[in-house]
């Protein structure tokens, strides 16, 4: 009889672990067919650190998910990593939980603070590519519950560094120190003529 009972607890493991590998293939399968894709760069904003040298390029990195299942499927969370010439320069976390519909898409927005000017100086040259790989943490949906293990998605990209967009940045702070060495020496001028007294008849 005791035998009997550990037989009967060791087949329901069996049974409960094959379900679970069962239910992980489903998921893998299931989430394979959805499409990940990169969906752009976009340079928001750059810092400078004197004058006209770039400290740091803030990146909006785009990834797309569109669920081409008949499940809902989620983002998790997702680490993406960067390189500049094949150098890994940075780390960024995605943590924002993302539920998609049946043939509904997502694109997700990653912004990067990328501390440019530091990594040029530590890479000796100025850099041409930009790379990024990521792994997407995605899982099925099922009413309220979530199959238990996200499958995770490589997704790898490299593209030119976008200097065309980084240097409107900068055309338009060389305007900004142009216009304000002017203004100071305008002011400089004014402050060193005489006052001209208008004369008394």
């Keep these: ?3 009997s009972l550990i037989a009967l607890g060791l087949a329901a493991m069996l049974a409960s672990s094959c379900a679970t590998v069962q239910q992980n293939v489903d998921a893998r399968t299931y989430l394979a067919k959805c499409k990940y894709e990169y969906a752009g760069l976009t340079v928001t904003g750059v810092h400078f650190s004197s004058g006209i040298d770039v400290d740091t390029v803030d990146l909006r990195v785009l990834v797309k998910i569109t669920d081409t ?3 809902d499927v989620a983002l998790d969370h997702a680490a993406f990593a960067l390189f500049l010439d094949a150098s890994h320069v940075l780390d960024v976390a995605h943590n924002r939980f993302v539920r998609i519909a049946p043939k509904a898409f997502s694109t997700e927005p ?3 603070g990328l501390p440019f000017g530091g990594i040029v100086k530590s ?3 100025k850099p041409q590519k930009i790379g990024i790989k990521a792994k997407l943490w995605v899982t099925i949906l ?3 519950s979530t199959w238990e293990t996200p499958v995770v998605i490589p997704l ?3 593209m030119p ?3 065309d967009q980084i240097d409107k940045f900068v055309a338009q702070r060389k305007q900004e120190l142009e216009k304000e060495a002017a203004d100071k020496a305008a002011n400089a001028a004014k402050s ?3 006052s001209v007294q208008p004369p008394h008849f």
């Design 69 to 71: 299942t008949d499940k």
């Design 1 to 3: 009889m005791k035998y």
């Design 110 to 112: 990653v912004d990067v």
């Design 192 to 194: 060193v003529l005489p």
């Design 156 to 158: 790898e990209v490299e």
């Design 123 to 125: 890479l000796g040259h």
């Design 142 to 144: 099922i009413g309220k």
């Design 161 to 163: 560094v976008p200097y």
